[in-house]
Nanobody, 118 residues
Framework: QVQLVESGGGLVQPGGSLRLSCVAS????????MSWHRQAPGKERELVAA????????NYADSVKGRFTISRDNAKNTVNLQMNSLKPEDTAMYYC???????????WGKGTLVTVSS
């Protein structure tokens, strides 16, 4: 059974940093478009950042450009999201997502909670 397991969330003060990780099992991240999404209370889920199977970064949400960096580690079968200069509006549940256009296969992780507050 395919699993995406996120970790690294927590409580951080404004201006701080966190590094989220998504470890995949029964799935090779090198074959999928991997992305991070987030959903704040009362809001719709939104794309934060995505990286192609070739490792080229697709895009970032305007709200995180210059602050967040997505990266892929094929050897560890992991996708990371480095988040710097965090703001209270970054508070949300962060989800890892894998999508393969060839087959239409897609999978969600269960999420990790990020809270930015003083």
């Amino acid at each position: 059974q395919v699993q995406l397991v996120e970790s690294g969330g927590g409580l951080v003060q404004p201006g701080g940093s966190l590094r989220l990780s998504c470890v995949a099992s029964k799935l090779s991240v090198s074959n999928y478009v991997m992305s991070w999404h987030r959903q704040a209370p009362g809001k719709e889920r939104e794309l934060v950042a995505a990286v192609t199977s070739a490792g080229s970064t697709l895009n970032y949400a305007d709200s995180v450009k210059g602050r967040f960096t997505i990266s892929r580690d094929n050897a560890k079968n992991t996708v990371n999201l480095q988040m710097n200069s965090l703001k209270p509006e970054d508070t949300a549940m962060y989800y890892c997502y894998a999508y393969r256009s060839y087959s239409g296969s897609h999978y969600w992780g269960k999420g990790t909670l990020v809270t930015v507050s003083s």
